[in-house]
């Protein structure tokens, strides 16, 4: 069965320059979430979609992150401009929207701004 | 206060040893727990559901305790692969929509 598959696996880049991170979900679970992780902060979640729609993304840090779902299977993060401060390993993860669900985690990608 | 809070550690063990990690969570309204393992540089992977009776996997046992707010993770006869990031997850429901609250982590070191 195929999990969570995330792209690209890491990603180097110079500040100024626009991310973007890809995600296919589980085939069959509604809900997908974003999150990014450091060792300062632990894990933190973004943005949190259910059947699509954009459910809570109070953790998006400022404008310049935006999520997207456009369909069940694909979702996009994307940084624009980059900052240093972005660095981290983002993980994505989709589950039933159910009560003891629990959720399944991509490999992530691991970012660094120059 | 913090939604989830663990012990950072690292717990340092030999192998055969017995060791336990608690987490506490703040929201009481919280109604399903579990238990994720995160080894380093990978993606957190779900190690167990905790249901309120406790429930044992193997070596791993894991406890709730709802008076208290705090759920427990015991490990029997420590592996060497057992040394990870133990993380502790509380799932509340709110406005019809599960929201995942992770903790940061018990880092276990399991030694020769």
């Known amino acids: 069965d195929a999990g969570v598959i995330q792209s690209p696996r890491h990603e180097v880049t110079e500040m100024g320059q626009e991310v973007t991170l890809r995600c296919k979900p589980i085939?069959?679970?509604?809900?997908l979430f974003w999150y990014r992780q450091t060792m300062m902060r632990g894990l933190e979640l973004l943005i949190y979609?259910?059947?699509?729609?954009?459910?809570?993304d109070s953790g998006m840090p400022e404008d310049r992150f935006s999520a997207k779902m456009p369909n069940a299977s694909f979702s996009t993060l994307k940084i624009q401009p980059s900052e240093p401060r972005d660095s981290a390993v983002y993980f994505c993860a989709s589950s039933f929207d159910r009560l003891y669900q629990p959720q399944h985690f991509g490999d992530g990608t691991r970012l660094s701004i120059l | 206060r913090k939604e989830v809070e663990q012990d950072p550690g690292p717990f340092n063990v030999p192998e055969g040893a017995t060791v336990a990690f608690n987490c506490t969570y703040s929201n009481s309204a919280s109604q399903s727990f579990f238990w994720y393992r995160q080894d380093c540089r990978k993606e957190p992977k779900l190690l167990m559901s905790?249901?309120?009776s406790g429930n044992e996997d193997g070596r791993f046992t894991a406890q709730l305790n709802r008076a208290s707010q705090y759920i427990s993770l015991l490990i029997r006869d420590s592996k060497l692969s057992d040394s990870a990031t133990y993380l502790c997850?509380?799932?509340?429901?709110?406005?019809?929509?599960?929201?995942?609250?992770f903790g940061k982590g018990t880092m276990l070191l399991v030694s020769p």
């Open positions: 905790v249901y309120s």
């Open positions: 085939s069959g679970h509604n809900s």
């Open positions: 997850v509380v799932n509340l429901q709110d406005s019809g929509y599960s929201t995942l609250t």
């Open positions: 979609f259910n059947n699509n729609v954009p459910i809570d």
